[in-house]
């Protein structure tokens, strides 16, 4: 079974950064698209970026310009380097890889104002 453990995430202000973390196990990651996920109170889970198994990414128009993902096929690890938080940020961050579905447990992200 794949597992996926997503950490990094915390309390911080709004302008501040944080990167987060996946580490995927269980899964041919070389291969495997992988997708950074949110999810705020009362919203559905959103898709923020993905990162094909080249290193090509793209971003919604939210994070566009401020988050950037990343890969380690090395490693199977993949990271969200989150610049320029806003409080709207706010939400549990969700690594999913684009072929199997599986999620971790997420990890919370909170921006105060």
């Known amino acids: 079974q794949v597992q996926l453990v997503e950490s990094g995430g915390g309390l911080v202000q709004s302008g501040g950064s944080l990167r987060l973390s996946c580490q995927a196990s269980?899964?041919?990651?070389?291969?495997?698209?992988m997708q950074w996920y949110r999810q705020a109170p009362g919203k559905e889970r959103e898709l923020i970026a993905s990162?094909?198994?080249?290193?090509?990414?793209t971003y919604s128009d939210a994070v566009k310009g401020r988050f950037t993902i990343s890969r380690d096929n090395a490693k199977n690890v993949v990271w969200l380097q989150m610049n320029g938080l806003k409080p709207e940020d706010t939400a549990i961050y969700y690594c999913?890889?684009?072929?199997?579905?599986?999620w971790g447990q997420g990890t919370q992200v909170t921006v105060s104002s």
């Open positions: 990162i094909t198994g080249n290193g090509a990414a």
């Open positions: 269980r899964i041919y990651f070389p291969s495997e698209p």
């Open positions: 999913h890889p684009q072929y199997n579905d599986y």
